[in-house]
T-cell receptor, first 112, second 119 residues
């Protein structure tokens, strides 16, 4: 079945450094790739997304890149801050079924 | 933005009983809603796709007779965990897609989630 692999599972960075999280998807019908930030016991919050016809998108300190050929997409956070500490999930959407498949999650810790 | 409300946020039930969780789209009509289960420190696992006016589509390994889904209206889907057991204790979260957003309709909106504890 479809799956999304996400790496690393945990990531610790010093405040001010950059963090990169990578995902690989398997479903060729995926055409939309959102990233979510989730704090314990809360609903996931959409932080950035990218559509399959775009290679890169940036929003202030957050950027996402997509390589459709390799079926890879990545989240880049620059100038990290302690409040960026959370669990981040990537997801891939099948444009026909509208089913989201989530990655396994990355626990990001930004050390002050 | 679109809002999805989920209730209850926390529920404790006795083993063997059933519990119902509601998911409502507050300002749009959701023909499709999704139910996820999330165990501690794990990812969101899609359980089923809830389709208004028809049967839900369950993911492989999810027991349809145990997790009853009803999507009787365009704004409400319910998940009933029947004969609950301690291993069913988890964070259950729904999401809904606003089909009226055209290309932007790829965005889904999550409910607040429901913590189920079976004792």
């Amino acid at each position: 079945g479809e799956n999304v692999e996400q790496h690393p599972s945990t990531l610790s960075v010093q405040e001010g450094d950059s963090a990169v999280i990578k995902c690989t998807y398997s479903d060729s019908a995926s055409n939309y790739f959102p990233w979510y930030k989730q704090e314990l016991g809360k609903r996931p919050q959409l932080i950035i997304d990218i559509r399959s016809n775009v290679g890169e998108k940036k929003d202030q300190r957050i950027a996402v890149t997509l390589n459709k050929t390799a079926k890879h997409f990545s989240l880049h956070i620059t100038e990290t801050q302690p409040e960026d500490s959370a669990v981040y999930f990537c997801a891939a959407l099948n444009g026909g079924t509208y089913k989201y498949i989530f990655g396994t999650g990355t626990r990001l810790k930004v050390l002050a | 933005g679109a809002v999805v409300s989920q209730h209850p946020s926390r529920v404790i039930c006795k083993s063997g009983t059933s519990v119902k969780i509601e998911c409502r789209s507050l300002d749009f009509q959701a023909t499709t809603m999704f139910w996820y289960r999330q165990f501690p420190k794990q990812s969101l696992m899609l359980m089923a796709t809830s389709n208004e006016g028809s049967k839900a589509t369950y993911e492989q390994g999810v027991e349809k007779d145990k997790f009853l889904i009803n999507h009787a209206s365009l704004t409400l889907s319910t998940l009933t965990v029947t004969s609950a057991h301690p291993e069913d204790s988890s964070f259950y979260i729904c999401s809904a897609r606003d089909p009226g957003q055209g290309l932007a309709g790829n965005t889904i909106y999550f409910g607040e989630g429901s913590w189920l504890t079976v004792v």
